[in-house]
């Protein structure tokens, strides 16, 4: 994988590791919900709060800053939007509350494993048809994994054309359309792949 640090579990034996997945899962979508919704009050708290866990567990927020890049220009373009449709302030804090869901979306990422996320999404499913359930636990475990997928195969393709100098050469349209189809090709090839494994273990 390209990248190591950002939305990749990271094994270890804190705090936050311990705990059960169920009650993570609970408490991530809790303060998701309150991080997009809640009074600004509420967000500079749950700042802090985020702030502090990292800290805990020894994960460097300057680290997530670095391999979020990406991300980053996504809450450049958001602020620019937002603020010429509702203003600075509004756009602001909107910025706000999605970087704040990058970072609890990281930590929730970094200390619980694939396998405990579906443990934990088929519990809270547990009155649904047995079978039902752990299709359902599945598939958002697996949606779960896409997007550090994907930021993994865009860090491959980019780490790629940066060793072969295509930027010295080529114009801005052909680096992007290089760019946009080498990453489909990847992408259909890890999703034929996926869908087949599937298929061999009776998900039809």
């Excluded at 804190?14 to 303060?31: E, G, M, N, Q, T």
């Excluded at 010429?84 to 619980?112: D, K, N, P, Q, Y």
């Excluded at 999404?121 to 550090?148: C, N, Q, V, W």
Aim: hydrophobic residues 55%.
């Amino acid at each position: 994988m390209a990248s190591s640090v950002i939305f990749h579990h990271v094994p270890g034996t804190s705090f936050l590791h311990r705990i059960d997945p169920r009650w993570k899962l609970a408490a991530y979508l809790s303060v998701s919900f309150l991080t997009m919704v809640g009074p600004s009050l509420y967000l500079v708290i749950l700042a802090l709060l985020i702030i502090a866990l990292h800290v805990g567990i020894r994960l460097n927020p300057l680290s997530i800053l670095k391999e979020a890049r990406p991300l980053w220009v996504l809450a450049f373009f958001l602020l620019i939007s937002r603020t010429l449709f509702i203003g600075f302030e509004s756009g602001a804090l909107e910025t706000a509350r999605f970087t704040c869901l990058i970072f609890w979306t990281h930590l929730f990422l970094a200390v619980t494993s694939n396998g405990e996320i579906r443990k934990a999404i088929e519990f809270l499913l547990r009155r649904l048809p047995k079978k039902k359930g752990k299709r359902i636990g599945l598939a958002l475990s697996i949606t779960l994994l896409l997007f550090p997928l994907f930021l993994d195969i865009s860090r491959e393709i980019l780490d790629a054309m940066a060793l072969r100098r295509f930027g010295s050469r080529r114009s801005f349209q052909f680096l992007t359309q290089r760019f946009l189809l080498t990453f489909l090709r990847k992408a259909l090839r890890m999703a034929s792949s996926l869908s087949q494994a599937l298929e061999i273990r009776g998900f039809q």
